[in-house]
């Protein structure tokens, strides 16, 4: 039997664009990339949406890029997934990070190779991640993944996505949150009645508006981010997406990170830049075009007339913050509002969207009534901590650049730098050791650029699932190695379905109610279970061939065993042979999963909040 959609409800009615809704089941406040997807998300299930955006949906700044494949599973689920693959290539001519002193020159140490590290599921990392996910990973600048997640949302939610809107208030009463909406052009205040809100207005006003507390360091370092077009074709390097430059010269002041931006090419042949560099780095005035293209040339190694061409700027700086509540009352935080981190892993825009992905059916649930409003508070438990793990992870991940610089020998001091790298370059055994040491610098950046643990493996702690109180495979918080696993709490497995060309057992899980994933001889007595067992969540019953072999060497439990899924993909229960009383154990787990199971004794975010802490204080600002 395969999985079927069960949706209770009708598609969403369109609403003309002059109608306003006094109430709505969930109002969302923020159209970036997480409030888009949150709306795709409830609108997919029929749940009545009204997203408000203060902007104009004009998409200007590049941002974020990197799209790693449990991302790419949730953009699957909303249907976007394919614009996104037709856009971006597939090829592995960007998954690789690479460090040099500048891109061409003709100095004597310009153009020189630092090393690389293999990224984004590139090189040798290729078939570890194609084992851990039937989708791989993607690379496309938000300034152009905004747009085309704003045209599903306003496919999939007519009339319903509004810009030009601002949340002002949020009064919170017993069976509503009441929200007041200032239109930005007529200055008009209209209240509307939501029974959710989820705010995703990227950390701007929310917290703030809701007494929520964030946690950690704020303001740690400044970037300056300069989108710019110019050609890069004169470096020697055919194949990297992400470039980081060192030179000794200007007492190590040379130091920057530029990220090919196509819009063809995703590598020395991309038409536009990324150019990236902290404020303090910059050699004169930085709103000053002509010195910034200068002080660009330099860091490159291009001539002095080099072309560069400017579409925008924008300053921002390093959070580490952790919201202390995901939920405020009716009110639930997600995405840049609920955590912000440096850049450094790319996890910024994955985790906000895997926060859509984990809340929009609990939502669905809630309002469809098949659960209790409980079930919502395991959004806090379960996301909570695996973002203070992102968090923690990438300021962390920043904190593994200084090292190859000191490794090299750079220090303020210019002429010291370049007899460093005399000896680096040299063929002597102190040339010799300075390389081993650079490499292993350079190589402690797997961490940042191959961490399948991180993309892949997190899990939850507690939340809406049945602890089965086995241990974590492997070491919980390994960035770099993926345990794949049925465990409840943990992403289930992956396998291509033997005999069913280029399905996954992850496509066999439904996204309306819970999936119950078993074996196809054993399928007609947990149809049984699922039927005794009562309850309003759909469950659909999905079974894989009792001789799947690469199926039965994934699931770890028995062929009459049965694993309960969730939509998004997370293991909620299992079952490792059939029980005595199948209908009597599934009604159990329901019970726990749908209430949103059981806090553990400790807080599971505390170690990483630690680590934030940590990381923050030897952080080069
Ligand atoms: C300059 C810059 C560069 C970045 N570069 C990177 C990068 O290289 N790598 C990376 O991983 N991440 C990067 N990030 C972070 C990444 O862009 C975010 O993690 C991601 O956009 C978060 O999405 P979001 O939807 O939660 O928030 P946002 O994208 O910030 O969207 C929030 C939206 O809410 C709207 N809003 C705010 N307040 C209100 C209100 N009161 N009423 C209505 N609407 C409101 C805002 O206008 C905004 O459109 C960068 C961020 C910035 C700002």
């Not at 019953?541 to 899924?565: C, F, K, S, Y």
């Not at 199971?597 to 630690?610: I, K, M, N, S, V």
Request: proline content about 7%; some cysteine; charged content about 25%.
């Amino acid at each position: 039997m395969s999985a079927s959609e069960k949706s209770p409800r009708a598609p969403l009615s369109p609403l003309g664009d002059d109608e306003w809704p006094v109430s709505t089941e969930v109002l969302i406040m923020g159209g970036g990339p997480v409030g888009l997807s949150c709306a795709i998300l409830l609108a997919q299930r029929g749940i009545d949406v009204l997203l408000v955006e203060r902007r104009d949906f004009v998409f200007r700044f590049p941002r974020a890029h990197l799209l790693n494949p449990r991302t790419m599973e949730a953009f699957h689920d909303m249907r976007v997934a394919d614009d996104i693959y037709a856009a971006t290539p597939t090829h592995d001519r960007w998954r690789k990070a690479v460090w040099y002193t500048t891109a061409t020159g003709p100095g004597r140490f310009d153009g020189l190779k630092i090393g690389e590290v293999p990224a984004w599921g590139g090189g040798p990392d290729a078939e570890r991640y194609r084992a851990s996910s039937p989708r791989a990973f993607a690379n496309m600048p938000q300034l152009r993944l905004d747009p085309l997640i704003h045209r599903h949302a306003l496919a999939a939610a007519p009339g319903r996505i509004r810009s030009r809107q601002e949340v002002v208030d949020i009064v919170q009463e017993a069976d509503a949150a009441v929200v007041s909406v200032r239109d930005l052009e007529s200055g008009v205040v209209r209240t509307v009645r939501a029974q959710y809100v989820i705010a995703a207005d990227g950390g701007r006003d929310s917290a703030a508006m809701l007494g929520v507390e964030m946690e950690g360091p704020r303001d740690m370092r400044e970037v300056v981010n300069y989108h710019v077009s110019m050609d890069l074709s004169a470096w020697s390097e055919p194949d990297a997406l992400l470039g980081h430059f060192m030179h000794p010269a200007g007492g190590a002041r040379r130091r920057g990170t530029i990220q090919a931006l196509g819009p063809t090419h995703y590598n020395r042949d991309a038409e536009e830049w990324l150019v990236s560099v902290a404020a303090w780095m910059v050699e004169g005035d930085p709103d000053d075009e002509a010195a910034l293209f200068a002080s660009i040339r330099r860091m490159l190694g291009l001539a002095e007339d080099h072309e560069i061409t400017m579409h925008s700027m924008t300053r921002w700086s390093y959070d580490a913050l952790v919201a202390k509540s995901f939920r405020a009352g009716r009110v639930l935080l997600a995405g840049d509002a609920a955590h912000k981190h440096p850049p450094t892993g790319g996890l910024g825009l994955n985790s906000g969207i895997q926060d859509a992905q984990n809340l929009c059916w609990k939502l669905a649930a809630v309002l469809d009534g098949q659960a209790p409003d409980a079930l919502l508070d395991s959004y806090e438990a379960e996301r909570r901590p695996t973002v203070a793990w992102y968090t923690a992870h990438s300021l962390e991940n920043a904190n593994r650049h200084p090292p190859i610089a000191e490794a090299l020998g750079f220090t303020d001091d210019e002429a010291e730098g370049f007899r460093s790298l005399e000896v680096f370059v040299s063929d002597t055994p102190e040339g010799d050791a300075m390389r081993a040491r650079v490499a292993a610098e350079v190589g402690h950046n797997a961490h940042d650029y191959s961490q399948l643990g991180v993309e892949a493996g997190y899990h939850y702690w507690a939340g809406a699932l049945v602890p089965d109180g086995t241990p974590v495979p492997g070491d919980p918080s390994d960035p770099v190695t993926f345990h794949a696993t049925s465990r409840p709490g943990h992403h289930l497995p992956h396998v291509w379905l033997a005999g069913r060309d280029g399905v996954s057992v992850h496509d066999l899980i439904a996204q309306t109610g819970l999936t119950l994933l078993t074996s196809a001889s054993s399928a007609p007595s947990w149809t049984a279970a699922v039927e005794a067992a009562g309850g309003r969540m759909p469950i659909t019953v999905a079974a894989v061939a009792d001789d799947d072999a690469g199926w039965a060497a994934a699931r770890q439990i028995e062929g009459d065993g049965a694993l309960l899924v969730r939509p998004d993909r997370k293991v909620a229960w299992r079952s490792p042979h059939l029980p005595k009383d199948p209908a009597g154990a599934l009604a159990a787990a329901l019970e726990t999963v749908l209430r949103g199971g059981d806090a553990p004794a400790d807080d599971p975010a505390e170690p990483y909040l630690r680590r934030i802490r940590a990381a923050a204080d030897v952080l080069v600002r």
